[in-house]
């Protein structure tokens, strides 16, 4: 199977250099007129489906708000995921799983082994453990695929006090995760399958991201803040491999199909002059 990292370069030239979350929390099922339950989940991740789907390079279903939903609400997480790849489009989970051992080993079959259920293009992941930890699902990825997405730099105000913090090497913990990721990319083409988390509302950290070689998933543009051109201070010299991820900015258009549509028509023209030479 041909690697992460080119499917993802080949869909963002092919559909934009953007990816859109599809996160069903209850505020937004009521503004879209649809009860706070398994029906409402289900008509919700339908209606994305079936006007973005064949539109959107990656999407990136959140699985807190179908978890919540119990055994019900992972059947529906389930079939937005085969939808959307038999669509043609990737998806990236956002689980954030991190562990160590054999329940590492366990996450990783269960996101990116292509006999599971919930297989799926990529993964999120916390480095908490150590980016060491991780390494089963780096395996998993590697073998079958797939991409990881760790967490460095996050744009709650609560992440910087670890990220930010130093090591006895003068680093920081979140420069450590990214000097370790980018490793794993030496010599990738066009492009690594490891990615990084990097908030889009942070602003310039002094951060050297320019080695990664990896995609760099930027959380926060839209309703959270930031604008595509905020991501030229964060990112500097890594712009090139920046994957800006919308959420709320494009949902909230919905449940109007054309709504949907022309708000990602936007986003999209917005991140490629932002961005210039982008995925393109």
Known sequence: MESFGTRLRRATSERGP???????????????????????????????????????????????????FGSQGLAVLESIIRQLRNAGALVLLDAKRGDVGSTMTAYASAYLEPSSPMYVDAITASPFLGVG??????????????????????????????????????????????????????????????????????????????RVNGPLLAPGLGAQGATAEDLRAVFGKGLSLVLPSYSRDVLAQGPSVSGLRDAVVRVQVECRDALGVGFE
């Open 133 to 210: 930890a991780l390494g089963p699902m780096f395996d998993a990825a590697r073998r079958n695929g797939g991409g990881v997405f760790v967490l460095a730099l996050t744009s709650n105000p609560e992440g910087r006090a670890v990220q930010h913090a130093r090591a006895a090497d003068g680093r920081t913990v979140a420069q450590t995760v990214i000097d370790e990721i980018s490793q794993l990319n030496v010599g990738a083409e066009p492009l690594g399958s490891f990615g990084l988390v990097v908030g889009a509302t942070i602003g310039e950290t002094g951060h050297d991201l320019s």
């Open 18 to 68: 953007v990816c859109v979350g599809i996160d069903p929390h209850a505020a937004l099922l009521a503004r879209w007129g649809l009860p706070d339950d398994v029906d409402g989940l289900a008509s919700f991740g339908q209606t994305v489906v079936d006007a973005l789907a064949d539109r959107v390079a990656i999407f990136k279903p959140q699985s807190a708000f179908f978890e919540r």
